[in-house]
């Protein structure tokens, strides 16, 4: 019996062929696509609460044999474990820290061969990309967050290690003070971007940053090229299991000519049918 109170475990535990194991999630299972494709048993669980505000009393009451949170959720650790609950607290913020966190649950749920397999896809994958661009110059890249364009990922983030993966530069990455920071117009003129990404369910689209004339003069808006990222399935700016498949999009992006998108998309297709045991419908990543 699993609690998940973190949408990226909750999902990493779909990955790992574990959904039938889990008696409690975090809230807002129904605004996320791939509960309801892969698992939709989900949307019908309890929830106790998020990070922020974790129903401690209504995750006793299920009866948990381990429940698994973010690691800044530290309260909650001492008071389950004061319980007797086992506990697995991650904290996925680059490529190393989520390997590690499917290295701890695959471990304490007997699921290391399913583990190990998602971990060498990784690999691979990042492997492939590099040997394609090979010593292709860097592309800058800026990464506008969900609420607002100016809110941009910095050094922290695990999307500097997408943009880097990838073959790119993340123009922000000179920000290790914080996480998502504010900028205004004048530094976003000066990092002047090759390519602008919004992230999936972004608050804002692509045209609303082609038309405002305050970035006219960047380059990214200058040759079109800003994209955002598909959004059908899930965020792959975050360290969900499937963020592989985010580094590969945006190498499609930066390097199409070397990974075109059509292989993305049946690559993306692959995964989601090996690790995730769903048809997806390919055109979902082309609108």
């Given at each position: 019996r699993i609690v998940s109170v973190y949408y990226i475990t909750t999902s990493l535990l779909i990955a790992l062929g574990l959904e039938d194991s889990v008696v409690g999630i975090e809230t807002g299972a129904d605004k996320r696509p791939i509960y309801s494709l892969a698992a939709p048993q989900f949307n019908q669980l309890p929830n106790v609460g998020s990070p922020k505000n974790f129903d401690l009393e209504g995750c006793i009451a299920l009866e948990p044999d381990l429940v698994?949170?973010?690691?800044?959720?530290?309260?909650?650790?001492e008071n389950l474990e004061k319980l007797g609950i086992?506990?697995?607290?991650?904290?996925?913020?680059?490529?190393?820290?989520?390997?590690?966190?499917?290295?701890?649950?695959?471990?304490?749920?007997?699921?290391?061969?399913?583990?190990?397999?998602?971990?060498?896809?990784?690999?691979?994958?990042?492997?492939?990309?590099?040997?394609?661009?090979?010593?292709?110059?860097?592309?800058?890249?800026y990464i506008g967050g969900n609420s607002d364009f100016l809110s941009t990922a910095t050094k922290n983030m695990y999307q500097t290690f997408m943009v880097e993966a990838a073959g790119g530069i993340?123009?922000?990455?000179?920000?290790?003070?914080?996480?998502?920071?504010?900028?205004?117009?004048?530094?976003?003129?000066?990092?002047?971007?090759?390519?602008?990404?919004?992230?999936?369910?972004?608050?804002?689209?692509?045209?609303?940053?082609?038309k405002d004339e305050r970035l006219k003069?960047?380059?990214?808006?200058?040759?079109?090229?800003?994209?955002?990222?598909?959004?059908?399935?899930?965020?792959?700016?975050?360290?969900?299991?499937s963020s592989i498949l985010g580094t590969m999009?945006?190498?499609?992006?930066?390097?199409?000519?070397?990974?075109?998108?059509?292989?993305?998309?049946?690559?993306?297709?692959?995964?989601?049918?090996?690790?995730?045991?769903?048809?997806?419908n390919k055109e979902d990543l082309t609108k």
């Open positions: 698994i949170l973010p690691i800044r959720m530290k309260d909650a650790v086992n506990v697995i607290a991650v904290n996925p913020e680059n490529m190393d820290l989520l390997k590690e966190s499917i290295d701890m649950i695959s471990k304490a749920t007997g699921t290391e061969n399913t583990g190990e397999k998602l971990k060498s896809y990784y690999d691979d994958k990042l492997s492939e990309i590099k040997s394609l661009i090979g010593e292709e110059g860097k592309t800058k890249v993340n123009v922000a990455s000179d920000i290790d003070d914080t996480y998502w920071a504010t900028i205004s117009y004048e530094q976003l003129l000066t990092y002047n971007p090759d390519v602008i990404i919004g992230v999936p369910s972004a608050a804002y689209t692509k045209e609303d940053i082609l003069a960047v380059n990214a808006v200058q040759k079109g090229q800003v994209y955002m990222m598909p959004d059908a399935f899930e965020a792959w700016d975050s360290p969900v299991p999009w945006l190498t499609s992006v930066l390097y199409g000519d070397k990974y075109p998108y059509e292989k993305f998309t049946e690559d993306a297709a692959y995964f989601y049918k090996e690790f995730y045991g769903i048809e997806i």
